[in-house]
């Protein structure tokens, strides 16, 4: 796979001027997907 360093300096610039918020508890379900579980608890802010 070819590393593209202008798409990964992309990606950190939208990480670093936006304001993320993750928060589902472990074994929590999609809204909307009811089927979809998170596996894992995610939190980042």
């Known amino acids: 796979m070819k ?3 202008e798409f990964w300096d992309k990606c950190q610039k939208l990480v670093d001027e936006s304001e993320i918020i993750i928060d589902r508890p472990k074994g929590s379900r999609h809204p909307r997907f009811y089927e979809a579980v998170y596996p894992l ?5």
């Open 41 to 45: 608890k995610l939190w980042l802010s």
């Open 3 to 5: 590393f593209d360093r």
